[in-house]
């Protein structure tokens, strides 16, 4: 599976973003999809993830609210948007997706995942 992140920019406090991650392959429903983010001088982090098929969804506490994660499998696309963007949002986007047997308790950690993007930064300005 290969991985292609887009959508990242610079944004004003407040503003919003749509991500795009584009998946290669065949069987992009079996995957679970997640985003992650890594600021400088940070650990990378759980953002949220698409469970395989897109039965469900689950997001870090600091974004519940303000982020929607969604998949399209007509197009092998997952996406995150981003609204009410906060200055501590500021990172590089990763996405990444598992390979078909993540259980939903390990939606949120890395290790979990096999294939990772390249990653997209996303800038927040004060």
């Known amino acids: 599976v290969q991985l292609q992140a887009s959508g990242g920019g610079l944004v004003q406090t407040g503003g919003s973003l749509r991500l795009s991650c584009a998946a290669s392959?065949?069987?992009?429903?079996?995957?679970?999809m997640g985003w992650f983010r890594q600021a400088p001088g940070k650990e990378r982090e759980f953002v949220a993830a698409?469970?395989?098929?897109?039965?469900?969804?689950s997001y870090a506490d600091s974004v519940k609210g303000r982020f929607t994660i969604s998949r399209d499998s007509t197009k092998n696309t997952v996406y995150l948007q981003m609204g009410r963007l906060k200055p501590e949002d500021t990172a590089v986007y990763y996405c990444?997706?598992?390979?078909?047997?993540?259980?939903?308790?390990?939606?949120?950690?890395?290790?979990?995942?096999?294939?990772w993007g390249q990653g997209t930064q996303v800038t927040v300005s004060s």
């Open positions: 990444a997706a598992d390979q078909g047997g993540l259980i939903a308790s390990a939606t949120g950690d890395a290790r979990a995942y096999t294939y």
């Open positions: 698409s469970f395989r098929g897109g039965v469900s969804a």
């Open positions: 392959g065949r069987s992009f429903r079996r995957h679970t």
